[in-house]
């Protein structure tokens, strides 16, 4: 075992690996042996797949923002199916949906327009958050139509920008991650999600149009800094819905990734794939839904990576 900094590092045979997975042995040693799970080492025979886990003495609670003011380039997926990779290494997961769309409501299959106390009321009313549990394992506070008209009714307000920093508070002791799904806009609702979290995850389409829109976003995530919440750190890019087969998508990867290398680490793509529409048809992340899909494998290195870095820790870390 690896540990540092309250991570630890577990060595899983493939055996253990598989059970968590929901897959066949067979399958997950055949990946390792394709090199496809990062970091995964041959001893005696015997496959051992490296997995970051919270140690018992960590507690302090850690809120992501999914931001990017794009619609449609995969928050609300990202959100969902990370908090299930979380969760499923045992932390304590809540996702905040902070859109009223409402897409990451209705992705874990409850009906906004039926839901009488949401996001709204902790933000304006200050009645605590309504939490909804072990939705695919992970708690949910949800929202609905209403939160539209909550940026109007901020205008005047005190501390509004804290609004949902200070409704967090409540629940710090009981979670691990909170993961906040921002609506597709830099509006104040997005600054309030920045200014609630530690880390922002940018997820960016492999489009032309996602290379231009990343210097505005970038601005707001400057101006949240240094105004409001001097912590807050880019977590990583994470690029969605990738057409490896295309050139146009490995251009803007290629050109994406040069332009925000230096802003935070660009990750693996997650590839474009109809079954994460099948899945949110069924209110299940994709591991749920298709547990050998190789986008799955992609996200649990996602979830690695990221782990890594809300706990101070990145791959290859010194052994205690
Ligand atoms: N990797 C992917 N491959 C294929 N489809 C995807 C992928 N990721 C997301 N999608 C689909 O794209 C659509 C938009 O995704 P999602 O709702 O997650 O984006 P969003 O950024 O949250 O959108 P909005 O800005 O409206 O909140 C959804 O139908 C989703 O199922
Ligand atoms: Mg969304």
């Given at each position: 075992?690896?540990?540092?900094?309250?991570?630890?590092?577990?060595?899983?045979?493939t055996e253990e690996y598989a059970s968590r997975r929901g897959v066949s042995d067979a399958?997950?040693?055949?990946?390792?042996?394709?090199?496809q799970i990062p970091g995964a080492?041959?001893?005696?025979?015997?496959?051992?797949?490296p997995v970051l886990e919270p140690g018992p003495e960590e507690t302090a609670m850690r809120t992501i923002a999914v931001f990017n003011q794009a619609g449609g380039v995969g928050k609300t997926t990202l959100a969902l199916n990370l908090g299930y990779h979380f969760a499923s290494r045992g932390l304590k997961v809540l996702l905040v949906d902070l859109d009223p769309q409402a897409t990451l409501t209705a992705f874990l299959?409850?009906?906004?327009?039926?839901?009488?106390?949401?996001?709204?009321?902790a933000l304006l009313r200050r009645g605590g958050l309504p939490i909804h549990r072990n939705l695919a394992g992970m708690d949910l506070v949800p929202s609905n139509i209403l939160l539209a008209g909550a940026e109007q009714e901020l205008v005047s307000a005190l501390n509004r920008e804290g609004r949902l920093r200070k409704a967090l508070d409540e629940v710090r002791a009981a979670y691990d991650v909170a993961l906040v799904d921002c609506p597709p806009s830099l509006g104040l609702l997005a600054i309030l999600g920045l200014a609630a979290s530690d880390f922002v995850l940018v997820p960016v389409q492999t489009h032309f149009k996602a290379y231009l829109g990343t210097d505005q976003l970038?601005?707001?995530?400057?101006?949240v800094r240094q105004e409001?919440?001097?912590?807050?750190?880019?977590?990583?890019?994470?690029?969605m819905q990738y057409a490896k087969g295309t050139q146009h998508d490995r251009d803007v990867l290629e050109a994406l990734t040069a332009q925000l290398a230096e802003r935070g680490p660009v990750l693996t793509p997650v590839p474009q794939a109809a079954d994460f529409k099948k899945a949110t048809v069924e209110a299940k992340p994709l591991a749920l839904?298709?547990?050998?899909?190789?986008?799955?494998?992609?996200l649990e290195e996602t979830a690695e990576h990221i782990m890594g870095a809300l706990y101070g820790q990145s791959r290859g870390e010194v052994r205690s």
């Open positions: 075992m690896w540990q540092s900094g309250g991570m630890r590092r577990l060595w899983l045979t399958y997950v040693r055949r990946l390792a042996g394709a090199g080492e041959k001893r005696g025979g015997q496959w051992l797949i299959g409850l009906v906004p327009a039926d839901l009488e106390v949401t996001v709204y009321d970038l601005r707001t995530v400057d101006g409001l919440n001097p912590n807050l750190k880019v977590v990583g890019f994470v690029p839904f298709n547990p050998r899909h190789p986008a799955v494998q992609v």
